[in-house]
């Protein structure tokens, strides 16, 4: 097993412009979160899946973000019209939620920096 | 409300020697759970000890242990023994009822001197 996986590690990119990141859980896993870090603050939740349904959205989540999950194994998240604003690094983790699973300890992707220029 | 408040932006250390980083957290929940990461340079967050709400005994994993005072609410981490690969961010975490998300502090830069 590799981790979790995210694609690309950065991004650069002008305002207005869309973007996409892809993140690959633990395979095994069935939960899938995602969270955006800005300089100085600790990760900030946006959103998170089980298998293929997602489960809870953020207010962070602005109508410019969307994220999916459609064969309950990897996940996009786009922003759409991007500002300068949304510069962070966006993390992607994963965890196994079941009857036996204990603490649902969450694994953490390398992130993905986004810069907007 | 700040759920979880870390009041170390900083911290140093010697090589070798101990150090608490600090860690209170605000919920109403009986059923909750508390999580350390570490954060180095790289970027990916690290996870490094669990304590349960419930959990009777202070949580240890190798030289780190979570010192958890429930009536002050507060789960200190502390890490024995540093070495200079401890040099990191760490972020402490909770998680309230059920499975809801980590909410995270603003986390503590330590910094471990040779």
């Known amino acids: 097993d590799t981790g979790v996986s995210q694609d690309p590690r950065h991004k650069i990119t002008k305002r207005g412009q869309n973007v996409t990141f892809r993140c690959d859980p633990i395979s095994e896993h069935n939960r899938l979160y995602w969270y955006r870090q800005t300089l100085g603050q600790g990760p900030e939740f946006l959103t998170y899946?089980?298998?293929?349904?997602?489960?809870?959205k953020s207010r962070l989540l602005s109508d410019r973000f969307s994220a999916e999950r459609p064969k309950g194994s990897f996940s996009t998240l786009e922003i759409q019209r991007t500002e300068q604003g949304d510069s962070a690094m966006y993390l992607c983790?994963?965890?196994?939620?079941?009857?036996?699973?204990?603490?649902?300890?969450?694994?953490f992707g390398a992130g993905s920096r986004l810069t907007v220029l | 409300a700040q759920k979880i408040t870390q009041t170390q932006p900083g911290m140093f250390v010697q090589e070798k020697e101990a150090v608490t980083l600090d860690c209170t957290y605000d919920t109403s929940d009986q059923s909750y759970g508390l999580f350390w990461y570490k954060q180095p340079s790289s970027g990916e967050m690290i996870f490094l000890i669990y304590?349960?709400?419930?959990?009777?005994q202070n949580a240890t994993e190798g030289r780190y242990s979570l010192n958890f005072q429930k009536a002050r609410k507060s789960a200190n981490l502390v890490i024995s023994a540093s070495q200079l690969g401890d040099s990191a961010m760490y972020f402490c975490a909770m998680r309230e009822r059920g499975n809801t998300p980590l909410v995270f502090g603003k986390g503590t830069r330590l910094s471990v001197i040779a």
């Open positions: 899946f089980q298998n293929e349904a997602q489960l809870e």
């Open positions: 304590q349960g709400s419930y959990d009777e």
């Open positions: 983790a994963s965890s196994l939620v079941g009857a036996n699973s204990g603490a649902n300890v969450l694994t």
